[in-house]
């Protein structure tokens, strides 16, 4: 089945965001492999997807062993599903662009999965502010990317963007059949 990841800095609204996009009717949370660390999380989507929680990375102070064991983790992860489809990366949208998610567009990009972008948290900034905050990032993003990745706008504690999304992995999952 086709997967799709969602990843992003810890505190960025990972959980809330996956609690808004699955309801608990079409919910299966399925186990990791046996005999690993459960850091990956898979829940079966409408039987016919994946959504893949991975662990937050960007802690305050993390050492630079731990970095490089979590990017051997997720590089890991990356090279072997054929089945992901698209990362999601999350970006709270009250903080200024990071290097580090960054430099997580950037091993993506290098790892060949296309990935799209959701700004969470939309509910803490006004419209107006909103789209401030947007045009700023893709500036910068353009610096390093052709093309702005395809991007979202979320708030799980308003229920914003939750059918954006969803219709955007149903219309990936059908160019996928065709
Ligand atoms: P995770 O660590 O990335 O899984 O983040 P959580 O989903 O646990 O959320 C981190 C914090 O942000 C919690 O205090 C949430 O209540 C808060 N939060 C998450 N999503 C939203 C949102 O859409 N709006 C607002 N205002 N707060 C949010």
């Excluded at 990841?5 to 505190?11: E, L, Q, V």
């Excluded at 960025?12 to 990791?32: D, W």
Aim: charged share 25%; proline share 4%.
């Amino acid at each position: 089945l086709p997967e799709y990841a969602f990843i992003g800095r810890s505190n960025v609204g990972k959980s809330s965001l996956i609690n808004m996009l699955t309801s608990r009717k079409s919910l299966a949370k399925t186990s990791g492999r046996p005999g690993k660390t459960q850091l990956i999380n898979h829940f079966l989507i409408n039987k016919n997807w994946h959504l893949v929680d991975l662990p937050g990375y960007g802690y305050a102070r993390v050492s630079k062993s731990s970095k490089k064991i979590f990017q051997k983790f997720i590089t890991e992860y990356f090279g072997l599903r054929q089945q992901l489809v698209c990362g999601f990366v999350l970006i709270d949208i009250r903080h200024k662009p990071q290097p580090i998610d960054q430099e997580f567009m950037q091993l993506l990009g290098e790892n060949g999965i296309p990935f799209s972008i959701i700004f969470t948290k939309a509910d803490k900034l006004k419209p107006k502010a909103i789209d401030n905050y947007v045009n700023d990032y893709k500036t910068i993003l353009l610096e390093t990317w052709e093309e702005m990745p395809r991007y979202f706008i979320t708030s799980s504690s308003k229920g914003i963007g939750k059918d954006d999304v969803l219709e955007y992995i149903d219309s990936l999952n059908n160019n996928l059949v065709l």
